[in-house]
């Protein structure tokens, strides 16, 4: 069965960088593109960022380009996302997602627990 | 694309029907293949999302056939067609069209 599972959350001071991870199994990784979305504490879902599936596109929600960078490493059924200068406004929760477009599916058809990150001094 | 749900909450009696509404700022359909880049999303506390509609009408495997998704181009609705207890949830809407990808706010559903 399809899984997801991130890691690498945590408690960081700001303007200090942290990098997520999230290990895929259960389908054909380097065949789909994969997101990352964030949801701060009691509020709504935000798009963060994408990775096509073989990495030669990457695209990035308004609020993180320039901080974040999305990758993923195919061999190990991998997808990261490097944060750096991060500020209270990036504590969310961050979850890893398949794109069900790229396969027979739509939208964000599988995704992870997610792992809390949370900036704060 | 700016995605704006109504309600933002709602409560409805159990066995009674519910509907959400979505409104994109502007189409979500591509013409080339004439689908609709609209997905239908159900939050539980402490759980990820979760779709139930995909394509603005395309149910995901597995999701109970009360749960209907309608519109096209800016105008969609989610209908839950005899309310459950386990459909205590908040609703996301979301385009995939275009990036950034966007969600609507949310709507809370709840038992009357």
């Known amino acids: 069965q399809v899984q997801l599972v991130e890691s690498g959350g945590g408690v960081v001071q700001p303007g200090r960088s942290l990098r997520l991870s999230c290990v895929a199994s259960?389908?054909?990784?380097?065949?789909?593109?994969m997101h990352w979305v964030r949801q701060a504490p009691g509020k709504g879902l935000e798009w963060v960022a994408i990775?096509?599936?073989?990495?030669?596109?990457?695209y990035y929600g308004d609020s993180v380009r320039g901080r974040f960078t999305i990758s993923r490493d195919n061999s190990e059924n991998a997808l990261y996302l490097q944060m750096n200068s991060l500020s209270g406004e990036d504590t969310a929760v961050y979850y890893c997602?398949?794109?069900?477009?790229?396969?027979?599916?739509?939208?964000?058809?599988?995704w992870g627990q997610g792992t809390l990150v949370t900036v704060s001094s | 694309i700016v995605m704006t749900q109504s309600p933002d909450s709602l409560a409805v009696s159990l066995g009674e029907r519910a509907t959400i509404n979505c409104k994109s700022s502007?189409?979500?359909?591509?013409?080339?293949?004439?689908?609709?880049?609209f997905a239908w999303y159900q939050q539980k506390p402490g759980q990820p999302p979760k779709v139930l509609i995909y394509?603005?009408?395309t149910r995901e495997s597995g999701v109970p056939d009360r749960f209907t998704g309608s519109g096209s181009g800016t105008d969609f609705t989610l209908t839950i067609s005899s309310l459950q207890a386990e459909d205590v949830a908040v609703y996301y809407c979301?385009?995939?069209?275009?990036?950034?990808?966007?969600f609507g706010q949310g709507t809370k559903l709840e038992i009357k």
């Open positions: 990775i096509y599936h073989d990495g030669s596109v990457k």
């Open positions: 502007q189409s979500v359909l591509y013409s080339s293949n004439n689908k609709n880049y």
């Open positions: 997602a398949r794109d069900g477009a790229s396969g027979s599916g739509g939208g964000f058809d599988y």
């Open positions: 259960g389908f054909s990784f380097s065949s789909y593109g």
């Open positions: 979301q385009q995939y069209y275009g990036t950034p990808y966007t």
């Open positions: 394509w603005a009408s």
